[in-house]
């Protein structure tokens, strides 16, 4: 195993959780190699000055801001909870959750206000409170490290405000949401100094341009099909790439070959689209990387 070098920049992951495979799989898609075995503590790149650490992602921010390490890959969420100083450098489009102030459904309470006097349940006590105060609802939270959407059905709590993806968890225990407090994503993280250190601030934009590069990729696919050529401003309408679809000639003049990029979110109307439009053999790959 290679050991920690002073030099290189220290990167904080979350050992083993929900971010960590997403993580890991960023971290190789931006061209970084690295051996990563179930008993990490650490891994130094063998193509990148960087040094990843495995840690929990609760000590995340503090390490970060701490200077412990340099970057730190964690939830919006803890970064919000903890109140550590950390410079918010790339928000990384996974691990997406809201904190949310949820109550059983045969509750009389239909509204945030009908809280005050009451308990609220929650991992996250610093937003919770926060939220509450700044709306001048007076209510009691109670501090709970796990399983809080049972506290209503064992009458430790009238509310709960806990982290909801898919929102299985309040289905199954019989909640429903009554507001959002924040929303949350994994972010790359920095210590606020970082800066000061010129050799290590130019590694983090070289991390930072890999990073965006395979964030963009992820983002679009690359498309190609033949068209007909009277049907190409329509076509630029709907695709307009990056700048401009390529279009190159083929053997029948009336129609084209178009090559361009289509944003992963439409991509489903765009390609109902263009069938519309007379396209035909409409090829898809994914893209790799991207540098826009
Ligand atoms: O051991 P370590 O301390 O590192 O991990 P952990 O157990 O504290 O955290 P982990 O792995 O559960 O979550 C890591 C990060 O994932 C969180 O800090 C969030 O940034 C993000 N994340 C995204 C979530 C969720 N979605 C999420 N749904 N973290 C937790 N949950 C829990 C939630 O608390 C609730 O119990 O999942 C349940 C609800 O999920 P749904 O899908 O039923 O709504
Ligand atoms: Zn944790």
Known sequence: MRKLNGENVKLAIQKEGRLTDETLNLLRTAGLHFESYKQRLFSACRNFPLDILYVRDDDIPEYVAEGVVD??????????????????????DYGHCTLTVAVPSDSDITDLSQLAGHKVATSYPVATRRFFAERKIEVEVITISGSVEITPALGIATAIADLVS????????????????????SLL??????????????????LLLRLRGALAAREYKYIMMNAPRAALPRIFAITPGLKSPTVLPTADPDWVAVHTVVRE????????????LGTQGILVSPIEKMFI
């Open 265 to 276: 979110d439409v991509f489903w109307e765009v390609i109902e689209q263009l069938r519309l």
């Open 71 to 92: 970057l730190g890959i964690v939830g919006r969420n803890l970064v919000v909870e903890t109140q550590q100083p950390v410079d918010e450098l790339l928000a990384l």
């Open 166 to 185: 898919t929102g299985s968890s309040l289905k199954l225990n019989d909640l429903v949401p009554l507001a959002t407090v924040f929303e949350s994503q």
């Open 189 to 206: 993280v920095a210590n606020c100094k970082l800066g000061e250190n010129e050799r290590k601030a130019a590694i983090v934009e070289r």
